[in-house]
């Protein structure tokens, strides 16, 4: 078992930044890809980006790519989401999730999430 926690949601204007967290206990070297996920009300739940514990390897959706990063801390289990440049459009609950498959871009394909935190951007 794996147990995920986020932190870090808020409100934030349009342009602005914000840090999520990921905190990741149990049996965590089980899984070595820490992905991201967002749900807006009304869409499904879209990837957001991804990164390998093992290796410097991260890999992000064209939504995002070149305004988010995701960067670890493994002596404190933990993964972070900067956000920067933000959009309206980033308006949505994000999730962590772990998985086993390095080319994992699916819902499907992870199997430990969290709980998901707010994020709302205002224009």
């Known amino acids: 078992q794996v147990q995920l926690v986020e932190s870090g949601g808020g409100l934030v204007q349009a342009g602005g930044s914000l840090s999520l967290s990921c905190t990741a206990s149990?049996?965590?070297?089980?899984?070595?890809?820490m992905g991201w996920f967002r749900q807006a009300p009304g869409k499904e739940r879209e990837f957001v980006g991804r990164?390998?514990?093992?290796?410097?390897?991260?890999y992000y959706s064209d939504s995002v790519k070149g305004r988010f990063t995701i960067s670890k801390d493994k002596a404190e289990n933990t993964v972070h989401l900067q956000m920067n440049r933000l959009k309206p459009e980033d308006t949505a609950v994000y999730f962590c999730?772990?998985?086993?498959?390095?080319?994992?871009?699916?819902?499907?394909?992870?199997?430990?999430w969290g709980q998901g935190t707010q994020v709302t951007v205002s224009s």
């Open positions: 999730a772990t998985s086993g498959n390095w080319g994992a871009t699916m819902p499907s394909q992870y199997d430990y």
């Open positions: 149990g049996r965590t070297f089980s899984r070595d890809i």
């Open positions: 990164i390998r514990w093992s290796g410097d390897w991260d």
